[in-house]
C-alpha cells in the first residue's frame, strides 16, 4: 500500500473512509462478542454438560436479532456518509471539498464491511467457544489477501482510482471472511437457522452486557478515530497515513500476542471462575502476563529504537518518500511506548468479562479515552502527528494501570512471586536487546537503500541480531529456562 498509494491525499482518504467499520467493527462486533457472547455460551454448554442444543439456540436467537438491526444500521450509515465523514473529519484542513467528496464516497464502499464481519464475529465466537481458535484468528488473512490482490490490480494507475480499489476491496473481503467462517461453522456442524426476532431473556442479557462491552473492547480504536479526526482536520496532508503505517506496525505484536493470548485467555477463566476455582484463575492470568510481557517487551524496545531503519527497509519504495519514512518512523516510536499497554489490557481485561462485569471496563475505558483527548490537544500544536502517537501511548498505560490496580483491590488478581521475580529481569534482557540493536542500525544502513534483497538482508540483520541478543539476555539472567519457555508455549496452545 504504501509503494503504490504512498502517504498523500488518496492515501489518507481511503484509510478514513476504512477507519470508520474498523471503529464499529471493535466496538460492536469482534470487541463485543468477545467479551460477552462467549462466556455465556460456554456457561450454557458448561450447564447442559457439553451438549450444544441449548447454546445453539441461544446463538440463533442472537442472529434473529442482530441481523435486522445490522441491516438497517449499514442502510442509515451509508445514507449518511456525508455527516458522518464531516464529523469525523470537520470537512479536512482547509475545507477540501474534493478530499471530502472522495472520502464520502470511499466510505459508502467500505461501509458494508461491518454488517459482514459482525456475523463474521458470531460464528467466530461460537468457534474459539468450541476451541477452535485458530479458524476465526485466521479469517484476516483474507482481508490482507483481498487488499493486496487490489494493489496488485490497480499498481500503475492513478492514485486515487488505486484507492477507490481499495475500498471496493473491503467489502469483498468481508464477504470472503463471511463464507470462510459460514463453511467452518458447518464442518463443525454448527447449522443455525434463521427465525423470527424474539428477545428472550438471554438474548436481552446479552445486550446489556454488549454495550459496555463493545465500548469497553475497542478504547484503543475510539483514540485512534480521535488521533484520525484532529490530523485530518488540523495537520499537514500525509498526517493521517504516517499514523496509520506507524500504527499497523506497532499492532502486528499485539495482533500476534495480546489478541491471541486474550482470545484464549477468556474461556479458561470462565470455566475456572464457573468451577469455583479462583486460585486457578489468578495463576492462569499471572502466566498469560508472564508469557505476553516476554513476547512484548522486546517488540516495544526494538520498534522504538530501530523505528527508522525498520520503515526505511519495508516502506520507502516510490509513492512513499524520505520524508515519509522519517514521519512514520517518528510515530513509530511514539507509539510503541505504549506497546506493552496495549497488551497488558488484552490480557487483564478477561479478569472482568469472566466474572460478566462489562461495566467496570468500559468506565476505565472512558476515563483513558479523556486522557488521550487531553493529551492530543496539549501535544498536536508542538509535536504534531507523534504528538498524537504520545498521547495515544499514555492512555493505553493509564487504561492497564487502572485495569490492573481495579482487579487487585477487588481481591481478583494479585502478581505472584514468580511474575514478581521476572519483571526485572525482563526490562534489564529489553536494555541489552536495546544496546545490541544501536550498534547493528549504522551496519545495516546502507542496505535499507539498497533492491528488495539487500533490504532484506538488513532487516533480517538487524531483527534477527536483536532477536538473538534478547534470547542470550533472557537466558543469562535467569527469567526463563529452556524447558520453562517450552511448557509457557505448549500452555498457550492450549
Not at 484542513?93 to 474534493?98: C, E, I, L, R, V
Not at 521475580?421 to 546502507?446: D, E, S, T, Y
Request: glycine share 10%; with cysteine; aromatic share 8%.
Amino acid at each position: 500500500m504504501a509503494r503504490v498509494l504512498g502517504a498523500g491525499m488518496a492515501a489518507d482518504v481511503f484509510l478514513i473512509a476504512f477507519r470508520l467499520p474498523n471503529l464499529f467493527r471493535a466496538l460492536f462486533a469482534e470487541g463485543a462478542f468477545s467479551a460477552a457472547f462467549v462466556p455465556m455460551f460456554n456457561r450454557q454448554v458448561g450447564a447442559d454438560g457439553g451438549d450444544l442444543g441449548r447454546a445453539k439456540r441461544f446463538a440463533e436467537d442472537v442472529l434473529s436479532v442482530l441481523l435486522p438491526v445490522l441491516v438497517v444500521f449499514t442502510g442509515v450509515m451509508v445514507l449518511l456518509a456525508g455527516p458522518v465523514v464531516w464529523a469525523l473529519t470537520g470537512g479536512f484542513a482547509g475545507d477540501d471539498s474534493q478530499k471530502f467528496a472522495l472520502a464520502v464516497d470511499f466510505t459508502r464502499l467500505t461501509f458494508p464491511y461491518l454488517l459482514l464481519i459482525s456475523l463474521v464475529s458470531l460464528m467466530g465466537g461460537i468457534l474459539n467457544s468450541l476451541g477452535r481458535f485458530w479458524i476465526n484468528a485466521a479469517a484476516p488473512i483474507l482481508l490482507n489477501l483481498v487488499l493486496i490482490g487490489g494493489l496488485v490490480f490497480s499498481n500503475g494507475a492513478d492514485k486515487v482510482d488505486a484507492a477507490r480499489v481499495q475500498a471496493l476491496c473491503v467489502s469483498l473481503a468481508g464477504i470472503a471472511q463471511f463464507m470462510w467462517l459460514l463453511w467452518a461453522c458447518l464442518r463443525a456442524d454448527i447449522k443455525l437457522r434463521l427465525r423470527a426476532p424474539r428477545l428472550g431473556e438471554q438474548v436481552r442479557k446479552l445486550m446489556r452486557l454488549i454495550v459496555p462491552a463493545a465500548l469497553g473492547a475497542g478504547a484503543v480504536q475510539v483514540n485512534l478515530l480521535i488521533s484520525t479526526a484532529l490530523a485530518a482536520r488540523f495537520l499537514p496532508e500525509g498526517a493521517v497515513s504516517w499514523l496509520y503505517y506507524a500504527d499497523r506496525l506497532n499492532q502486528l505484536p499485539l495482533g500476534i500476542i495480546g489478541i491471541g493470548v486474550g482470545t484464549a485467555l477468556l474461556p479458561a477463566l470462565s470455566r475456572q471462575l464457573g468451577a469455583g476455582d479462583a486460585e486457578a484463575a489468578v495463576r492462569t492470568q499471572n502466566r498469560a502476563i508472564e508469557l505476553v510481557l516476554l513476547l512484548t517487551l522486546p517488540a516495544a524496545a526494538g520498534l522504538a529504537v530501530a523505528a527508522g531503519p525498520i520503515i526505511h527497509g519495508l516502506l520507502e519504495y516510490e509513492a512513499f518518500q524520505a520524508a515519509d519514512t522519517a514521519a512514520t518512523a517518528a510515530a513509530l516510536a511514539a507509539f510503541a511506548l505504549g506497546l506493552p499497554a496495549y497488551v497488558l489490557i488484552k490480557v487483564l481485561t478477561p479478569g472482568f468479562h469472566a466474572r460478566s462485569d462489562t461495566s467496570t471496563p468500559v468506565r476505565i475505558a472512558v476515563a483513558s479515552m479523556l486522557v488521550n483527548l487531553v493529551g492530543n490537544l496539549l501535544l498536536i500544536w508542538s509535536l504534531g502527528h507523534v504528538g498524537i502517537a504520545l498521547s495515544t501511548a499514555a492512555a493505553a498505560w493509564v487504561n492497564a494501570a487502572v485495569l490492573f490496580i481495579v482487579l487487585r483491590r477487588r481481591g481478583h488478581f494479585a502478581m505472584d512471586a514468580r511474575l514478581l521475580r521476572a519483571l526485572p529481569r525482563l526490562g534489564l534482557a529489553a536494555g541489552l536487546m536495546v544496546a545490541a540493536l544501536l550498534a547493528l542500525g549504522p551496519a545495516v544502513a546502507g542496505l535499507m537503500a539498497g533492491p528488495l534483497p539487500w533490504r532484506a538482508m538488513g532487516l533480517l540483520v538487524l531483527i534477527g541480531g536483536g532477536g538473538l541478543a534478547y534470547l542470550v539476555a533472557v537466558r543469562l539472567t535467569g527469567v526463563f529456562t529452556l524447558a520453562e519457555l517450552k511448557a509457557q508455549f505448549r500452555r498457550g496452545k492450549k
